[in-house]
């Protein structure tokens, strides 16, 4: 169990000191970088997942604490966000004008930073509504995030054979990406669109049943077993 609790202060200590490059960058003027570095996790999501928007988003560690106090001290305050905000035309629109605002902030048209600028309304829909409300249906970032998330090589899996659909993992996910399986008998899966890599699930479950796996099919993995 050590072992799980030290794999949440790693992730803790490189979202500070990720906070920490972002905030250096914006005061020096060299928020580009920031966006190269953001760019470059982009790339390799289709392999690793939304590693990003669980280990370095400024964004995602500014609402830590208000997750917190969501949670602890205003619990009645944390609701599921209206339907009308799930709907896809809704991220549709929001995702367009997000592009529109990132060329104009790179044009140099718009000289807040586009983390700056959406920071007041992270932390407003998070006070009262769940977490998975910006990270799920509202961050133009886990919009876009999400789209090659969706066909991660690496992602994280539930063992239903060892599944107690005990619900632990499910209250724990910031981003609502457990769902409960259609199939006979209660269990659940991770949806690697929304999934933030962010390991609290596997930390929490009583039976070991989460996994990290290769989503590749059995078949390309045999025939690279039979080839090495």
């Known amino acids: 169990m ?9 992730r803790l200590g490189v979202q500070i000191l990720a906070f920490l490059l972002f905030v250096y960058l914006l005061i020096s003027g060299k928020n ?41 001290k205003a619990r009645r305050l944390a609701r ?14 929001i995702f367009i004008l997000f592009l529109l605002v990132f060329f104009m902030t790179l044009r140099g048209i718009i000289k807040i930073n586009l983390i700056v600028l959406l920071a007041p309304f992270a932390i407003l829909t998070t006070l009262f509504f769940t977490g998975a409300a910006w990270h799920r249906y509202l961050c133009p970032f886990g919009v876009l995030f999400s789209l090659p998330a969706g066909v991660s090589r690496w992602r994280f899996h539930i063992n239903p054979d060892r599944c107690l659909a005990c619900g632990r993992c499910r209250r724990v996910c910031p981003a609502g ?52």
Not at 184 to 206: D, H, N
């Open 177 to 228: 990406a457990i769902a409960t399986n259609e199939a006979p008998g209660k269990s659940y899966r991770i949806l690697p669109r929304y999934c933030l890599f962010c390991f609290a699930c596997l930390e929490v479950c009583p039976r070991s049943s989460i996994e990290l796996t290769d989503a590749r099919p059995a078949s390309s993995r045999e025939k690279m077993t039979r080839n090495l």
């Open 80 to 93: 599921d966000i209206p339907p009308v905000g799930k709907s896809p035309w809704l991220r549709a629109v």
């Open 32 to 72: 580009k970088l920031w966006m190269l570095i953001m760019m470059t996790f982009l790339l390799i999501t289709p392999f690793w997942g939304r590693l990003y928007c669980g280990w370095l988003c400024p964004l995602n560690t500014l609402l830590r604490p208000v997750n917190w106090l969501v949670s602890k």
């Open 2 to 10: 050590k072992r799980k609790h030290s794999l949440q202060h790693w």
